[in-house]
């Protein structure tokens, strides 16, 4: 299944919670690990299992901005920025009480080291972030969000209607130069997002997103998972090559298989 992306708006108003300084020398694996500044009773858990086989230091580079008290648990804005560090091998983000804690992970190959997106939240929980650099070492941050409960047990408010399949995967996209050297891309596609949690509804949801330059050059990689809000919207700031005119080409597939492909205009001037 390929789709045809169009140009589209998103504003987004988020309250920024990013820590300042360093909080905590790193510590290799198989000592402690340093305190958790946000408290998570799943602290340890969370490091053991998504931030592995690498020293781990909270970094107030890792600036993660989302509202302390979620209106909306099925989709809160995060937004990562983690511009301030080099050599970035990936970044993951996970929320610690949620059934399903995975959100997603970014490889930023040509792109600068930031992603904005939704998730669902099934309760209060902390989000922590790992930015993984090229020596291995996890710099950590995270922020604490207040959530009514369910965000990720309900169904998708798309299945209420009886064809929603016909507009699986139709996609809008806008890009923007905010100057010669990047452009803030958002992109949202129409799918479900299913977690498989909600009542006689399986899992189907986008498990993976690049995003190349024209001559087939990687931007990022993203993996997705169930927790990302229906209709996922994803921010990034691919690097350009020049300042010419382009068409990004981004390329998505799901669980059942289905792929989704189009191009993004990036324009020559700056707006």
Known sequence: MKRKGQGFKLFVLCISLGLSGVWSQASARDGELPPDPFRSVMWKSMADRFFPDGPIVFDGH????????????????????ASGLDNVRQIVAVADLNPIPNILTVRPEQAVSFVGFRV????????????????????????????????????AAMHATENWMDTLGLTKAVARRSDL????????????????????????YLSNMTVTHPGGELIADVDLYEPISENPT????????????????????????????????VPSSVE
Not at 121 to 147: C, E, F, K, R
Not at 181 to 204: C, V
Not at 249 to 265: K, P, Q, S
């Open 62 to 81: 890792v600036k993660v901005i989302a509202p302390a008290s979620a209106e909306d648990q099925f989709h809160v804005p995060v937004t990562i920025d």
């Open 120 to 155: 669902k939240l099934q309760q209060s929980t902390p989000i922590h972030v790992g930015v993984q650099t090229n020596d291995g070492v996890w710099h950590m941050g995270g922020t604490y969000v207040d959530a009514a409960g369910g965000g990720c047990t309900a169904p």
């Open 181 to 204: 050297e990047h452009a803030r891309t958002t992109i949202k596609m129409r799918h479900p997002m299913d977690t498989g949690l909600a009542a006689g509804i399986p899992a189907f």
């Open 234 to 265: 994803l921010t990034l700031l691919p690097k350009m090559l020049d300042a010419s005119s382009a068409n990004l080409h981004v390329h998505a597939r799901d669980t059942e298989g289905n792929e989704y492909d189009f191009d993004v205009l």
